[in-house]
């Protein structure tokens, strides 16, 4: 096994073609209320990412064993946080048009990712299956996702990525931004407008507030 990166919450790690990730215990917890927070944590990750793997490309969490890891297979692609950047004009649009597609269909059924950022989007072009896409996106680490149907949440998910893209992608985030939201748009054009509508006002909040 070799240790792919390591957070506040938890350390993934990559085994051939799996990807475990192993739940922190937390020192300042007591014992008993650490194991019951992380097997609680780990055991809603799951539930939430086999949901959202019915839905989109997720790597789909095997069936449940230990109470602090979660194992799922590894997806060979690109971090668009690292690479976004690199890709030509075309193909970071094309790249950002399918993100608004996919979150836009993991909004409908009323799942919320919690830290949309592209640390948690890969770009995966190496497939198992002949009828996968080139390039297709994947997202990750659903730690902080959870089931809701509020314009609120959909549109503070919006609002991290949006974030994300004008710190760590600002020379084009206006443009891969506008491209997010025409995909995002296209799958049902209605509801969108509610959510951007809440993006808006929360962006609005935001200014107030500095």
């Known amino acids: 096994m070799k240790k792919i990166s390591s957070g506040a919450e938890a350390t993934i790690y990559q085994d051939k073609d799996k990807v475990i990730k192993h739940r922190i215990s937390k020192s300042y917890r007591h014992p008993t209320l650490d194991k019951r927070i992380i097997k609680r944590r780990t055991k809603a990750e799951t539930k939430i990412m086999i949901k959202a793997s019915e839905i989109i490309p997720v790597p789909k969490p095997e069936e449940q064993k230990d109470l602090d890891k979660i194992t799922m297979p590894f997806i060979d692609g690109d971090k668009l946080?690292?690479?976004?950047?690199?890709?030509?004009?075309?193909?970071?649009?094309?790249?950002?048009?399918?993100?608004?597609?996919?979150?836009?269909?993991?909004?409908?059924?009323?799942?919320?990712?919690?830290?949309?950022?592209?640390?948690?989007?890969?770009?995966?072009?190496?497939?198992?299956?002949?009828?996968?896409?080139?390039?297709?996106?994947?997202?990750?680490d659903f730690g902080l996702g959870f089931q809701n149907g509020k314009y609120e949440d959909k549109g503070v998910d919006i609002h991290l990525l949006k974030q994300a893209l004008e710190a760590k992608h600002f020379k084009a985030w206006e443009t891969l931004f506008k491209e997010f939201e025409v995909g995002y748009r296209s799958i049902q054009s209605k509801e969108a407008e509610k959510v951007f509508d809440r993006l808006k006002s929360i962006e609005k909040r935001g200014r107030y507030r500095h």
């Open 81 to 140: 946080s690292l690479t976004l950047d690199d890709y030509p004009k075309k193909k970071q649009e094309e790249t950002m048009f399918q993100l608004g597609q996919t979150i836009a269909k993991l909004h409908k059924e009323d799942l919320i990712h919690g830290d949309l950022t592209t640390s948690n989007i890969l770009l995966s072009s190496h497939h198992s299956s002949s009828k996968d896409k080139e390039n297709q996106i994947y997202i990750i």
